[in-house]
């Protein structure tokens, strides 16, 4: 055994002594579902370990530098140039991490590095601010990797970044020494205790003080946005050795040491908001205007190539239907102001350059300025479908790849045109250009091979790139990616040999062991950008589109169970290149770790940027190993509820006997041990509901079909059934309802195809269509749902006009009623398939219509429960909603939602009863118009 292996094992054993055993991850299969982030860059590391808190980095800190061993930090993952991927100790965050501390009435605000910035914004919005940086991947990244890659943005620009709004920082060296830069007393001791480190900082101050020329270059490289290397401006911008560490600590990409928490100072978000989208000629004539919408205070300038608007035709449709012409250019302008007439003064300045232009470069308006939020959101989004739009036209096989670079306006067209000659010339046909035009910083993507020959290509086009960008302009190489793996052999083009000597004598003081996340920003290999290259095999084409970004995860419920729909993709492609042995082993865990404990509700597809729905995947794979029983339920439908209605019936009267606690308790026993064949009976799992008789409306004004899980699992004790209730508001609203006969002996199929069993559903739905086309008075006449997946499957039956329930009330049964709402804050989950019938619209304002404060948890997308889910695969719901409880004010006793199943997991996880927002509805309303 070499030493290196003994030191390994090792510092295992010594951290296995102070963690706890789930937290630390050895095994072969979900190494390789993590060793990559969104770059295309793949390392497996030999360890996983997930930190809990800043004790336990201190731990880990300590025994990595005892024994030598390399750590690499890693957030949400989404770094794009190899920041987060190691093949040796990959440290992630759990979801410990969410501290939020509002300061200064929201003009600052202090984050844990677990924090998704989005939420940090949530919070702030109150306040009319929000932190700084505003990278695209917002709603995933966290604030960790927001600070640590000096993420910015599209409205960020360079003095809205995490340097420049830096408030104050706690920061973690190597060797585990805290310095919490806001607290006095910790920065006394560590003026003490690191005396010497300190005074080394003001001595490489002094460095570059006097030597010549690298003051001016640090100024030259930070007039435009620079992620290329270590913050040097850190050195020149502060006098005092503490601020300077703290600053440095910005943008290092976790190769000087681990940031605990970061205080921001915030920005005020504009009261008033315009956006347009203008077509120019040539790329000439858009450049020759971005000074000029600079002057004007323009919030934010997004330039886009032919190419990139050719990508997103279909996005454009709406606003511009004329063909893209070879070389027209566009620019998506966002306008702020504090009030109508300065927000009108802006518009008024902007409208009299575009007509100051020449005849010849005037644009054209794609869209005229307009302050329609839906239209302003929508522009948005053609704007962030460009990275997409390359990845899913892309080759099986291939990557994507972005690049950011920024030039001086002054020479930004010149430096777009070369790069646009540097595609044809490597034959990159399908690269796009974009990004943030105001500073200057520009993306690039492209498809890349991964053979070598295609490899060589690349590595050609890179030496060209940095020749040009660097070398011909002047400009930054990174501009807000990250140095990463990617572009750190070639720091040098950028910093020249002074430059990188400091850089060297940073990481040297700060990391004297080398631990922290080797080979990022300072690589002595000269190939490292053309090194663990990883590759994209083809799986399934319903998922082989991915480009691993991991913008579904915030999104997923099994994320922190087992993993995510990003992680699980990767396994796939991952396994592809390992043995057989390896192989058989990832086979065998893929049932526990992708297959079975998906939740398959789609949620993924509502934040991938492709669009992807892993849980399509998923449910074929289910299909080949799903069992005969499911089809037998479904030719035999009404017998197959009447047992479970038995099933439940018994458990309820042994639970009074023996209580609710003693009968989960025994049934979460036989679930681990049948392995979740027996299913755990919750202490909130109600009777079986009273089946409602059919109704014969003679001229009614809808159909109602009570939908399995009403059917089956009652309300609270003493409270009526959902049935009742609906029935209840139609009739105050004087609306009558047909139940159709036989409707007891219909399902919508979802039930089935979820586990995989399509031809079951199939069979069921016939069933369903058959006792509509009976019961209906025309094709088109409205069929409500009472629960919402039933709602969201029946709505892809063509023959059947389905409505969920909340959206028919909304829509029919409000307008005729009273309503005073509870004075009192009502929890609020939104189910997966409100979210994808409307957004959760339907369900969010009838909420709030109730209720007088409706509290609605900001990290939970998706409960978990997933139809039967939570009974069998318990530990599904129980993640999904571990943080729910937390989020439940003190004063709160009650929460809606729109789907029975996940009231059952809602209720039992949170600690309140939650119910159909029927139900809340009717206790608020009487009959009657309300008065204007």
Same mark, same amino acid.
């Given at each position: 055994?070499?030493?290196?292996?003994?030191?390994?094992?090792?510092?295992?054993?010594?951290?296995?002594?102070?963690?706890?055993?789930?937290?630390?991850?050895?095994?072969?299969?979900?190494?390789?579902?993590?060793?990559?982030?969104?770059?295309?860059?793949?390392?497996?590391?030999? +360890?996983?370990?997930?930190?809990?808190?800043?004790?336990?980095?201190?731990? +880990?800190?300590?025994?990595?530098?005892?024994?030598?061993?390399?750590?690499?930090?890693?957030?949400?993952?989404?770094?794009?140039?190899?920041?987060?991927?190691?093949?040796?100790?990959?440290?992630?965050?759990?979801?410990?991490?969410?501290?939020?501390?509002?300061?200064?009435?929201?003009?600052?605000?202090?984050?844990?590095?677990?924090?998704?910035?989005?939420?940090?914004?949530?919070?702030?919005?109150?306040?009319?601010?929000?932190?700084?940086?505003?990278?695209?991947?917002?709603?995933?990244?966290?604030?960790?990797?927001?600070?640590?890659?000096?993420?910015?943005?599209?409205?960020?620009?360079?003095?809205?970044?995490?340097?420049?709004?830096?408030?104050?920082?706690?920061?973690?060296?190597?060797?585990?020494?805290?310095?919490?830069?806001?607290?006095?007393?910790?920065?006394?001791?560590?003026?003490?205790?690191? *005396?010497?480190?300190?005074?080394?900082?003001?001595?490489?101050?002094?460095?570059?003080?006097?030597?010549?020329?690298?003051?001016?270059?640090?100024?030259?490289?930070?007039?435009?946005?620079?992620?290329?290397?270590?913050?040097?401006?850190?050195?020149?911008?502060?006098?005092?050795?503490?601020?300077?560490?703290?600053?440095?600590?910005?943008?290092?990409?976790?190769?000087?040491?681990?940031?605990?928490?970061?205080?921001?100072?915030?920005?005020?978000?504009?009261?008033?908001?315009?956006?347009?989208?203008?077509?120019?000629?040539?790329?000439?004539?858009?450049?020759?205007?971005?000074?000029?919408?600079?002057?004007?205070?323009?919030?934010?300038?997004?330039?886009?190539?032919?190419?990139?608007?050719?990508? /997103?035709?279909?996005?454009?449709?709406?606003?511009?239907?004329?063909?893209?012409?070879?070389?027209?250019?566009?620019?998506?302008?966002?306008?702020?102001?504090?009030?109508?007439?300065?927000?009108?003064?802006?518009?008024?300045?902007?409208?009299?350059?575009?007509?100051?232009?020449?005849?010849?470069?005037?644009?054209?308006?794609?869209?005229?300025?307009?302050?329609?939020?839906?239209?302003?959101?929508?522009?948005?989004?053609?704007?962030?479908?460009?990275?997409?739009?390359?990845?899913?036209?892309?080759?099986?096989?291939?990557?994507?790849?972005?690049?950011?670079?920024?030039?001086?306006?002054?020479?930004?067209?010149?430096?777009?045109?070369?790069?646009?000659?540097?595609?044809?010339?490597?034959?990159?046909?399908?690269?796009?250009?974009?990004?943030?035009?105001?500073?200057?910083?520009?993306?690039?993507?492209?498809?890349?091979?991964?053979?070598?020959?295609?490899?060589?290509?690349?590595?050609?086009?890179?030496?060209?790139?940095?020749?040009?960008?660097?070398?011909?302009?002047?400009?930054?190489?990174?501009?807000?990616?990250?140095?990463?793996?990617?572009?750190?052999?070639? +720091?040098?083009?950028?910093?020249?040999?002074?430059?990188?000597?400091?850089?060297?004598?940073?990481?040297?003081?700060?990391?004297?062991?080398?631990?922290?996340?080797?080979?990022?920003?300072?690589?002595?290999?000269?190939?490292?950008?053309?090194?663990?290259?990883?590759?994209?095999?083809?799986?399934?084409?319903?998922?082989?589109?991915?480009?691993?970004?991991?913008?579904?995860?915030?999104?997923?419920?099994?994320?922190?169970?087992?993993?995510?729909?990003?992680?699980?993709?990767?396994?796939?492609?991952?396994?592809?290149?390992?043995?057989?042995?390896?192989?058989?082993?990832?086979?065998? *865990?893929?049932?526990?770790?992708?297959?079975?404990?998906?939740?398959?509700?789609?949620?993924?597809?509502?934040?991938?940027?492709?669009?992807?729905?892993?849980?399509?995947?998923?449910?074929?794979?289910?299909?080949?190993?799903?069992?005969?029983?499911?089809?037998?339920? *479904?030719?035999?439908?009404?017998?197959?509820?009447?047992?479970?209605?038995?099933?439940?019936?018994?458990?309820?009267? /042994?639970?009074?006997?023996?209580?609710?606690?003693?009968?989960?308790?025994?049934?979460?026993?036989?679930?681990?041990?049948?392995?979740?064949?027996?299913?755990?009976?919750?202490?909130?799992?109600?009777?079986?509901?009273?089946?409602?008789?059919?109704?014969?409306?003679?001229?009614?004004? /809808?159909?109602?079909?009570?939908?399995?899980?009403?059917?089956?699992?009652?309300?609270?004790?003493?409270?009526?059934?959902?049935?009742?209730?609906?029935?209840?508001?139609?009739?105050?609203?004087?609306?009558?309802?047909?139940?159709?006969?036989?409707?007891?002996?219909?399902?919508?199929?979802?039930?089935?195809?979820?586990?995989?069993?399509?031809?079951?559903?199939?069979?069921?739905?016939?069933?369903?269509?058959?006792?509509?086309?009976?019961?209906?008075?025309?094709?088109?006449?409205?069929?409500?749902?009472?629960?919402?997946?039933?709602?969201?499957?029946?709505?892809?039956?063509?023959?059947?006009?389905?409505?969920?329930?909340?959206?028919?009330?909304?829509?029919?049964?409000?307008?005729?009623?009273?309503?005073?709402?509870?004075?009192?804050?009502?929890?609020?989950?939104?189910?997966?398939?409100?979210?994808?019938?409307?957004?959760?619209?339907?369900?969010?304002?009838?909420?709030?219509?109730?209720?007088?404060?409706?509290?609605?948890?900001?990290?939970?997308?998706?409960?978990?429960?997933?139809?039967?889910?939570?009974?069998?695969?318990?530990?599904?719901? *129980?993640?999904?909603?571990?943080?729910?409880?937390?989020?439940?004010?003190?004063?709160?006793?009650?929460?809606?939602?729109?789907?029975?199943?996940?009231?059952?997991?809602?209720?039992?996880?949170?600690?309140?009863?939650?119910?159909?927002?029927?139900?809340?509805?009717?206790?608020?309303?009487?009959?009657?118009?309300?008065?204007?």
């Amino acid at each position: 055994m070499t030493n290196t292996e003994q030191a390994f094992k090792a510092f295992h054993r010594a951290l296995c002594q102070c963690l706890p055993a789930g937290q630390i991850i050895d095994d072969l299969p979900r190494r390789t579902a993590l060793a990559c982030d969104a770059s295309f860059y793949a390392l497996t590391p030999r +360890l996983v370990v997930y930190i809990h808190s800043p004790q336990a980095m201190q731990s +880990l800190l300590r025994l990595a530098t005892e024994h030598g061993i390399a750590v690499t930090f890693r957030a949400a993952g989404t770094s794009l140039s190899g920041q987060a991927v190691s093949d040796s100790v990959l440290v992630m965050l759990t979801r410990d991490w969410q501290d939020a501390h509002i300061l200064d009435q929201g003009k600052k605000i202090r984050l844990a590095p677990g924090v998704i910035g989005a939420k940090a914004n949530t919070l702030l919005a109150p306040y009319g601010r929000k932190i700084g940086p505003d990278p695209a991947s917002i709603n995933a990244c966290k604030i960790g990797g927001i600070a640590a890659n000096n993420a910015s943005g599209m409205c960020c620009g360079v003095k809205n970044n995490s340097y420049h709004t830096l408030a104050g920082m706690t920061l973690m060296l190597s060797d585990g020494t805290v310095l919490d830069t806001l607290n006095p007393h910790s920065v006394a001791a560590f003026r003490q205790s690191h *005396a010497t480190l300190l005074a080394t900082l003001t001595e490489l101050a002094t460095t570059i003080a006097t030597t010549p020329g690298l003051s001016d270059a640090i100024a030259h490289q930070f007039r435009l946005k620079n992620t290329m290397g270590y913050g040097l401006n850190a050195l020149v911008d502060f006098s005092d050795p503490i601020d300077m560490l703290s600053h440095l600590m910005i943008g290092s990409e976790g190769t000087l040491g681990f940031i605990v928490d970061i205080t921001y100072h915030t920005i005020e978000i504009p009261v008033l908001r315009a956006t347009g989208l203008y077509l120019f000629p040539d790329i000439d004539a858009a450049c020759a205007l971005i000074p000029v919408l600079r002057d004007y205070q323009a919030d934010a300038v997004e330039l886009m190539d032919t190419r990139a608007l050719r990508a /997103v035709q279909p996005l454009l449709r709406d606003f511009y239907t004329q063909q893209i012409n070879e070389g027209e250019v566009a620019l998506l302008i966002d306008l702020g102001g504090d009030d109508s007439a300065q927000l009108t003064h802006r518009l008024t300045q902007i409208d009299a350059a575009f007509a100051d232009c020449p005849v010849s470069q005037q644009p054209v308006a794609m869209c005229a300025f307009t302050d329609d939020a839906a239209r302003i959101n929508a522009l948005w989004d053609i704007r962030k479908g460009l990275f997409p739009a390359v990845g899913a036209v892309r080759d099986t096989g291939t990557t994507v790849i972005i690049e950011d670079v920024a030039f001086d306006l002054s020479v930004l067209a010149d430096g777009l045109r070369a790069l646009t000659d540097l595609f044809s010339r490597f034959g990159y046909d399908d690269a796009i250009i974009f990004g943030h035009a105001l500073d200057g910083n520009v993306h690039f993507v492209f498809s890349q091979g991964v053979s070598d020959s295609e490899l060589k290509r690349y590595d050609a086009f890179m030496q060209a790139v940095v020749e040009t960008v660097a070398g011909q302009f002047s400009g930054s190489l990174k501009a807000e990616h990250g140095t990463g793996r990617n572009m750190a052999p070639f +720091l040098a083009q950028q910093w020249g040999a002074d430059g990188v000597a400091v850089m060297q004598s940073l990481k040297t003081l700060l990391d004297p062991t080398g631990i922290l996340n080797p080979g990022v920003i300072l690589n002595h290999d000269p190939q490292a950008h053309v090194r663990h290259v990883k590759h994209l095999p083809a799986i399934d084409d319903i998922v082989d589109t991915c480009i691993e970004c991991g913008f579904c995860e915030p999104a997923c419920p099994s994320l922190h169970h087992t993993l995510s729909p990003r992680q699980r993709i990767a396994l796939a492609r991952r396994a592809a290149s390992l043995s057989e042995a390896a192989q058989q082993q990832i086979s065998q *865990a893929t049932g526990a770790l992708s297959v079975d404990s998906c939740a398959a509700t789609g949620m993924c597809a509502t934040r991938c940027p492709v669009g992807i729905n892993t849980g399509e995947w998923i449910l074929q794979l289910r299909e080949r190993e799903s069992s005969s029983a499911l089809s037998w339920q *479904a030719r035999h439908f009404s017998r197959s509820t009447g047992i479970q209605r038995l099933g439940l019936r018994a458990t309820h009267q /042994v639970s009074r006997l023996v209580g609710k606690q003693a009968v989960a308790s025994l049934s979460g026993s036989v679930n681990r041990l049948t392995k979740g064949r027996f299913p755990y009976i919750i202490p909130t799992l109600p009777a079986p509901a009273p089946l409602p008789a059919a109704i014969s409306s003679s001229q009614p004004d /809808v159909l109602y079909i009570p939908a399995c899980p009403n059917r089956l699992f009652g309300s609270e004790v003493s409270k009526p059934s959902l049935s009742e209730i609906f029935l209840k508001l139609c009739k105050k609203a004087g609306l009558h309802v047909r139940i159709p006969d036989g409707y007891d002996n219909t399902c919508c199929g979802q039930p089935f195809s979820s586990n995989g069993r399509q031809h079951a559903a199939h069979h069921v739905q016939q069933a369903l269509k058959s006792a509509l086309t009976d019961s209906s008075p025309s094709p088109d006449f409205p069929v409500v749902f009472d629960a919402s997946t039933c709602a969201l499957t029946a709505k892809q039956i063509p023959e059947i006009n389905a409505t969920e329930m909340s959206e028919y009330l909304l829509r029919y049964v409000v307008p005729k009623l009273r309503i005073t709402p509870v004075q009192e804050t009502v929890m609020l989950h939104v189910s997966c398939s409100s979210t994808h019938l409307d957004h959760g619209a339907a369900l969010r304002t009838l909420t709030a219509l109730c209720a007088a404060k409706v509290c609605e948890p900001d990290d939970i997308a998706c409960c978990g429960f997933a139809g039967d889910k939570g009974l069998f695969r318990p530990a599904l719901n *129980a993640s999904a909603l571990a943080t729910l409880r937390g989020q439940i004010p003190d004063t709160c006793r009650r929460g809606v939602s729109n789907s029975r199943t996940c009231e059952l997991g809602l209720s039992h996880h949170g600690g309140i009863p939650y119910a159909h927002v029927a139900y809340l509805l009717d206790e608020v309303s009487a009959p009657g118009q309300a008065v204007p």
